[in-house]
């Protein structure tokens, strides 16, 4: 059963840091490029990033492009998030999500970031 | 990349079909055939109902299927259930290599 779960969550001030986590399983997870969708609370989702399979490639949504970076380790089935210089538009329920031939097929129960003072 | 346009709201009685349209541009549902659609539920995450225009993941019901035309897709629900009340979401890949989402539909069983 494929597994997909989200960690490092919190509450930050404004331009304070965080760091994702998301542990998979059920899966050979260097076979599948991945990706953060985020979805601020009552609102729509939103893609945030993607990295290849091998790490090689990432890519960023213009919003948090130069804040957040991308990584993943193959050996240890985990996909990270690091988020810097934080606003409060940043708030949102972050969700790891499986590519699957271009496909969001499986995603995780989410970890919820807010911004605040 | 603008999001994909969907109807902020649909609704139905229990029994009846109803369709969500999904209105995107000729980077995205027009060019591959990598539109999805996801129902999700109150403080739940995302379920794949259908993906690649047409197609239904096994355990997802019959009831749910998907078309396209042109830069448009649609997501119809047969025989509407009070189970199927819930908020739907568009999706597609696109050019820049990233995906862009729908605004989200709420359905309403009456």
């Known amino acids: 059963e494929v597994q997909l779960v989200e960690s490092g969550g919190g509450l930050v001030q404004p331009g304070g840091s965080l760091r994702l986590s998301c542990a998979a399983s059920g899966f050979t997870f260097s076979d599948y490029w991945m990706h953060w969708v985020r979805q601020a609370p009552g609102k729509g989702l939103v893609w945030v990033s993607r990295?290849?399979?091998?790490?090689?490639?990432?890519i960023y949504a213009d919003s948090v492009k130069g804040r957040f970076t991308i990584s993943r380790d193959n050996a240890k089935n985990t996909l990270s998030l690091r988020m810097n210089s934080l606003r409060a538009d940043d708030t949102a329920v972050y969700y790891c999500v499986r590519d699957s031939s271009y496909t969001p097929d499986y995603w995780g129960q989410g970890t919820l970031v807010t911004v605040s003072s | 990349q603008s999001a994909l346009t969907q109807p902020a709201s649909v609704s139905g009685s229990p029994g009846q079909s109803i369709t969500i349209s999904c209105t995107g541009t000729?980077?995205?549902?027009?060019?591959?055939?990598?539109v999805s659609w996801y129902q999700q539920h109150p403080g739940q995450a995302p379920k794949l109902m259908i993906y690649e225009d047409t197609k239904r993941p096994s355990g997802v019901s019959g009831r749910f299927s998907g078309s396209k035309s042109g830069n448009t897709a649609s997501l119809t629900i047969s025989g509407l259930q009070a189970e199927d009340e819930a908020d739907y979401y568009c999706c597609s890949y696109t050019t820049s290599s990233t995906w862009v989402f729908g605004g989200g539909t709420k359905v309403t069983v009456l």
């Open positions: 000729s980077s995205d549902v027009g060019n591959y055939n990598r």
């Open positions: 990295i290849y399979s091998d790490g090689t490639n990432t």
